[in-house]
């Protein structure tokens, strides 16, 4: 796995240089590249989420193109239209912003669902279709979208099918106050955007995408993701759990952790630092949970102590805290 370990590090060495302090949001996204997913960026203004997409394309030298979504945001604006040509007498296809390898779609839940529904054929099937006529989009393809967590006015929730589309969920959050110093250096004279060089190659990219696909997991690490995923679907807080592409996204982001860590194979810790990224946007926690402040991720960390890890042995901690399982290989 030496391809996906030197390719990863190269990036993340490389976005580094603009994004400060967030290794770990920066490996996620890796993660989603080599599986071929997509990435929702849920934050607070100001923190980088723009520039953190802008930093992986230019660092695989992929075409880079944003989507402001507004309101009046029409999906043509987003697929693209046919355009009849009167010297040829015939329709032709001027594409819309979609057809890229990395695509922004800035403050994604400010456009309506109708526009909202252009991106689900691109990011599940990797096509678009117009007046009947499909397109393929270029590989590698991914969709980094944004949204703002905390202003609903003049926004539109994104609904399940949308989010199930998401491969991971990532925050970015405030980078700390050493953090904070150091970006005010490094833009003291210009952004370090601008002098960001590409690391790798888009074809070396796809060539680690194939490497992913020779991880192999165990039959038991595949049952521990299954119940894993069930367990979101019986929890008491929990109002639609996640379904099998759920299960999917858990096992794909698992062996491409395994990857960038340099091995072959899966180990249960790879399965726990993805599951909360991969699940907990598609768990939906009842009305009286959320009166609680109960939300996904709360969920996931309490089915993640609560469900054996497998060849783990139960551990009873002291009295009055809950039974949890420790795994071989684990360091939970």
């Not at 989009?137 to 989010?163: D, K, R």
């Not at 639609?240 to 340099?262: K, V």
Request: net charge negative.
């Amino acid at each position: 796995m030496a391809t996906a370990e030197a390719l990863s590090e190269r990036i993340v060495r490389n976005v580094e240089t603009v994004i400060v302090g967030k290794r770990q949001e920066v490996q996620l996204v890796l993660v989603s590249l080599l599986c071929r997913g997509h990435v929702l960026v849920e934050d607070v203004p100001g923190v980088g989420k723009t520039m953190l997409a802008k930093a992986i394309a230019r660092s695989i030298g992929c075409v880079f193109k944003r989507i402001q979504f507004t309101p009046d945001l029409l999906p043509s604006d987003v697929t693209g239209v046919s355009v009849f040509n009167q010297q040829t007498s015939q329709f032709e296809y001027r594409p819309g912003p979609i057809v890229a390898q990395i695509v922004l779609a800035d403050e994604i839940n400010r456009a309506t669902p109708k526009t909202q529904s252009a991106l689900l054929e691109a990011m599940e099937e990797g096509q678009v279709t117009v007046d009947g006529v499909t397109h393929t989009l270029p590989t590698p393809f991914i969709v980094l979208a944004t949204e703002n967590p905390i202003e609903y006015e003049g926004t539109f929730p994104l609904p399940e099918a949308q989010l199930d589309r998401f491969l991971i969920r990532i925050s970015l959050g405030y980078p700390g106050h050493a953090g904070e110093i150091e970006v005010l250096n490094r833009q003291h004279f210009q952004h370090p955007i601008e002098q960001l060089e590409q690391a790798v190659g888009a074809e070396d990219l796809i060539e680690a995408q194939q490497a992913v696909r020779q991880v192999h997991v165990d039959d038991t690490l595949k049952e521990y993701i299954v119940s894993i995923v069930e367990a979101t679907r019986n929890h008491d807080d929990v109002y639609l759990g996640a379904g099998p592409r759920g299960s999917l996204a858990l096992y794909n982001t698992a062996r491409a952790w395994a990857a960038m860590a340099g091995r072959d194979y899966v180990i249960p810790d790879d399965i726990k630092a993805l599951a909360s990224p991969t699940l907990a946007h598609r768990v939906i926690v009842s009305p009286a949970a959320r009166m609680k402040n109960v939300d996904g991720r709360m969920v996931i960390r309490e089915i993640l102590m609560s469900t054996g890890v497998p060849g783990g042995r139960p551990v009873t901690r002291e009295a009055g805290q809950a039974r949890s399982w420790r795994g071989i290989g684990s360091t939970s």
